[in-house]
């Protein structure tokens, strides 16, 4: 659902933020789900892992840097990781180790939404003349 000012102010997640999401960063939001879905299907492991990091990466050159904007990213990333182990360790065995961690993960996401709830562009975003 998209504000006036084109922001959209219930998240990919689904939580809806207090505050809306820019623009620019929702595509990452709605990727880094769909990211920790396959990181947690049959297939998932390193590939999405990295996919993961890297939608990370682009939201951290995207938006200023805030303390807890960055706690939220260090969330994602170990909650991601610890996905990512339990995907590795539960290949050919039960997959009891998964659903906690995908539900922690996407705790940190929404987390993360959370925070993203009214960010400012990086200078980066600004000069690249993002739609902010």
């Known amino acids: 659902m998209q504000g006036p000012a084109g922001d959209v102010s219930t998240g990919p997640a689904g939580l809806g933020a207090a505050r809306s999401v820019p623009e620019p960063l929702v595509g990452l939001l709605v990727a880094m789900e769909g990211t920790l879905a396959?990181?947690?299907g049959e297939g998932g492991g390193r590939h999405e892992?990295?996919?993961l990091r890297n939608h990370l990466s682009d939201?951290?050159?995207?938006?200023?840097e805030?303390?807890?904007i960055r706690r939220a990213v260090d969330r994602l990333v170990t909650a991601g990781d610890r996905l990512g182990e339990a995907v590795v360790a539960a290949r050919g065995t039960a997959h009891r180790w998964r659903s906690p961690r995908l539900g922690k993960?996407?705790?940190a996401l929404?987390?993360?939404e959370r925070a993203l709830a009214g960010a400012r562009p990086s200078r980066?975003?600004?000069r690249?003349?993002?739609d902010w």
């Open 128 to 130: 690249l003349d993002r």
């Open 49 to 51: 892992l990295h996919a």
């Open 124 to 126: 980066i975003a600004a």
């Open 105 to 107: 993960a996407r705790q």
């Open 110 to 112: 929404a987390s993360l």
């Open 38 to 40: 396959a990181l947690a």
């Open 59 to 64: 939201l951290c050159v995207l938006t200023e």
């Open 66 to 68: 805030t303390p807890p």
